[in-house]
């Protein structure tokens, strides 16, 4: 990518201020980016949803050094992400908390990578608006300090291109091996990390091909992409051997299996697909399919390629018209698409087809891989990927924007300079009521769980659990949310029928189920609770609602593994 700061831009800062000035924008654009986002920190916000949990109890297990709950881990979970949360959890005494704090330490490293970034693609002024327009995003205030792997991937992603770019002219093979090091860690963070193993040796090749003069060859391009390759993978071996090691076959993160339930095209549900019992009564499909690989060949031979394949192009589209639809505007804000357009009108003029092109594959690539999740499961956080890049490029419009009406009105004098700070504070001020509400008001509830819901239930387990089974207490229930509240282990309830699921929780030694009615709708079983018609097997313990009016019932389970019926509680 050639170096849009060695070419002829008229820049902001030539008519309004020094380069010092510009300069000294960019750092209290980071001094806004780290208060704004401490203020919201204080708030102490509920988890993210419910992969937040998955996290924290990957961390819990690394943290206990224990082999068999390492090795144990589910082979969905990636794992960088948990060890980080890990060391800082355990410098400060609080896993959420170093989750928190790994979230917001890899956030600040993205905003020196896009400094870095910026300087390739943008001038001082337009690189200090970009970062300005991302330190007050309420999506990415938010997302900066979040229980999720998203925010540490998209930083160590935006590292590795930061350092591509600085060492594109001159690639050697050192430094192919740190870049290539950089993008192993965002796959050991996100699957779809994967992607850039490709991507980024078709993106020097591209640079190599239409750079003139250049200052290297094929031979050394090919050394770079070796090493590149060779360094990339041996990161990524640390995860593949695990997943393989668990699953019994070759695979490179458990998620292939669930691509392959998902793009199913047999007329079930999504609950249906992933936990029903269709091939054991004690393990959910999603879980049978993860260990049985034979099975899971059977599932798409019979499904027929040609038939998941149209699946997959269906979800695609309609993702496709989720993310043009609610997914961009949020993200971005409400005129992100104006500035944006005009930005990318500017790289083209300075750079012509191949910067416009390089920018675009960019954003490509980073929503193929969330395109590709079933219908209706993508959500905005799984695209954060292509944020800062498209906020580096509005910078750059507001600025080419704020040129043509100066030229447009022939302009000159204090008003002129005027405009493009007008513009940055209109794009702002569309976002300020959103983002005072996280810097002031705390977070007391989000749509998938309320704490208070889980007081009493929780205390009723803590009860039981101390009294008399004297070690964590087994509750089937369909997100984990209560199970990790309560210090439990987390059995997943099956869509099933009454009879199947008793049998289930015998055979997965059940100590209590939790029921979640809003969770669980449309589950053969439920209609049995809800008539009271429930087997003595089933003690009833608690019976509320949540914040918006759904049941919540939790439920002792007395039936031993070997089937026999247990003596009643107050026998006990």
Known sequence: M??????????????TASLGSERLA????????????????????????????????????LLSLDPNRIIGLSPDATLFYPFLTAVLGAAVGSIESGARLGSLFLSCLLFSALVVIGKRIATTAETAIGLLLLAMSPFFVRFSYGV????????????????????????????????????????LTRFEGILYLAAVPVFQLAHFIVTEPRRYDLRRLGLWAMAFVLSFCAVAAIQVWRVSERLGYFALNGRQTWAVILHDPGGKSYEERMRGLDYSPTQINREYLHEHPEALGRLVSQAGYGATLTAYAKGIYANLGTLWDRHLGSMLGPLALVFFAFGLLEV?????????????????????????????LVSLRHFAVIGPLCMLIEGIGIVALAQAITYARRGRGKRARLIAPGLVALAIGTVL??????????????????????????????????????????????????????????????????????NYLAQNRADFVFLEHREIKGYPFLARFAEGHTSPELERLYQGQDAAGNALELYRFLLDTGGAMAPPRHQR
């Open 26 to 61: 960019v750092r209290a654009s980071f001094i806004v980016f780290l208060v704004v986002r401490l203020m919201a920190f204080a708030n102490d916000p509920l988890l993210e949803d419910h992969d937040s949990i998955s996290y924290l109890q990957s961390a819990k297990a």
């Open 348 to 376: 083209y003029r300075r750079g012509g087809i191949a910067q416009v092109s390089a920018v675009l594959a960019f954003l490509g690539l980073g929503v193929a891989a969330p395109l590709a999740h079933d219908e209706g």
């Open 148 to 187: 999720l792997s998203e925010p540490t991937y998209v930083a160590t992603v935006y590292l590795g291109i930061a350092l591509l770019l600085t060492r594109l002219e001159d690639p050697r093979p050192g430094s192919a091996a740190l870049i290539g090091l950089v993008f192993g860690v965002a796959f």
């Open 433 to 502: 009521v959103p983002l005072s509400r996280l810097m002031f008001l705390p977070d007391r509830h989000n749509s998938e769980y309320r704490p208070a819901d889980f007081s009493i239930p929780a205390r009723l387990v803590h009860d039981i659990t101390t009294r008399e089974l004297r070690r964590p207490a087994r509750i089937a229930a369909r997100k984990g949310y209560f199970t990790y509240f309560s210090d439990s282990e987390r059995i997943a309830v099956p869509y099933a029928d009454y009879e199947k699921l008793v």
């Open 2 to 15: 050639t170096n849009l700061r060695a070419l002829d831009v008229p820049a902001l800062g030539s008519a």
